[in-house]
């Protein structure tokens, strides 16, 4: 298992040379409410020599495949072959309310999404007639995609999923997955998933990327550090139509069903400090990593026990400052090293 570390855009050049002199693989940034992934990354780029980057994720709606397809192999060849590709179908109502457009039929869009940008990014001309793309639109004669630079190196395209369905997916048309509010337990289930879909395209898991994204928290106390977590989680499980939430829905699959029904409860009440005290502890404790650093090695140990080839520590959910970023880092690089260091011979 390798080291990953997903990055906020404050200071990221520092926060990615600090992962890099630390003996990380891999860097990760994200887009949401603050920050796009390929500004940040074009930045990593230019500040680091040796660490992988990766989108973490691309929000698919926000970008045509073109675009995507595009700015893979900018940052690519910005970072000299470093780059990774990850796209994520994002939410319903990220993906109407922010970029207008309609969630419907999320699995066929993503595949055929893929489809174009891999065809794209082999540096051949790209015609699409599909349900959701079409390329040229319109039934128009005009140039078809084709980025002329491409095709040099190969950039390999992860996508983040969470339901069974888009997970067989992800194993199928994939060279990786992102994954999110994940416990060893539900990773186990996951991987099975993924295998799925690898054996729908007659592949294997070899060199497939298993990268779940883990909120990290260094303290003596674990109580406490639930207790800072707790927003973060509530955070997301508020996010738009509790039917639609896909976070809640994750939550209830690992046994927490009751409790989102009381959260959602008291979130319509608007009060979300008060609704983010309904978040189970042993939800929030199973799906970060918490505690001093020999609690969070032993917590890295069960991640690649249960298939995890990369583990990346999330930096944001901490909600400190940058010396305190600085410092997760270091932290996790230790935690890293034990959990990984070899098992002492019997005496």
Not at 261 to 283: N, Q, W
């Amino acid at each position: 298992m390798r080291l990953a570390a997903h990055l906020v855009h404050e200071n990221a050049g520092e926060l990615a040379r600090c992962a890099e002199r630390a003996g990380f693989d891999l860097v990760i940034c994200g887009e949401g409410y603050r920050s796009d992934a390929a500004s940040v990354l074009g930045m990593v780029a230019g500040q680091t020599r040796t660490i992988g980057l990766a989108s973490g994720v691309m929000q698919i709606p926000a970008r045509s495949p073109g675009l995507a397809a595009l700015t893979a192999v900018t940052l690519d060849a910005l970072s000299g072959g470093r780059f990774r590709l990850g796209l994520g179908v994002s939410n319903p109502d990220v993906s109407d309310g922010w970029y207008g457009v309609p969630f419907d039929k999320p699995l066929s869009r993503t595949r055929e999404y893929v489809d174009i940008v891999r065809a794209a990014l082999s540096g051949r001309p790209v015609r699409y007639d599909g349900e959701h793309y079409r390329l040229p639109a319109g039934g128009r004669d005009a140039a078809p995609l084709h980025l002329t630079d491409a095709g040099s190196t190969r950039i390999p395209l992860y996508l983040a999923a969470l339901s069974s369905r888009n997970l067989r997916l992800a194993g199928e048309v994939a060279d990786g997955w992102i994954g999110a509010f994940v416990s060893p337990e539900s990773l186990v289930e996951a991987v099975r998933d993924l295998r799925d879909g690898r054996e729908r395209a007659d592949r294997d898991m070899t060199g497939f990327e298993v990268a779940p994204s883990v909120p990290t928290l260094f303290v003596d106390d674990v109580a406490e550090g639930v207790q800072r977590l707790r927003g973060h989680y509530a955070h997301f499980l508020a996010m738009g139509d509790p039917e639609r939430n896909v976070y809640t829905a994750l939550a209830r699959r690992l046994g927490f069903g009751a409790a989102m029904t009381e959260f959602h409860r008291r979130a319509a009440d608007g009060d979300l400090a008060k609704a983010a005290e309904a978040v189970p502890d042993e939800l929030i404790d199973r799906v970060s990593l918490i505690g001093p650093v020999e609690r969070v090695a032993e917590r890295m140990r069960e991640f690649a026990a249960a298939g995890a080839t990369t583990l990346t520590v999330m930096l944001s959910p901490a909600r400190t400052d940058h010396s305190g970023r600085l410092d997760l880092i270091r932290k996790a690089a230790k935690a890293f090293t034990l959990a990984t260091a070899p098992a002492p011979a019997d005496a």
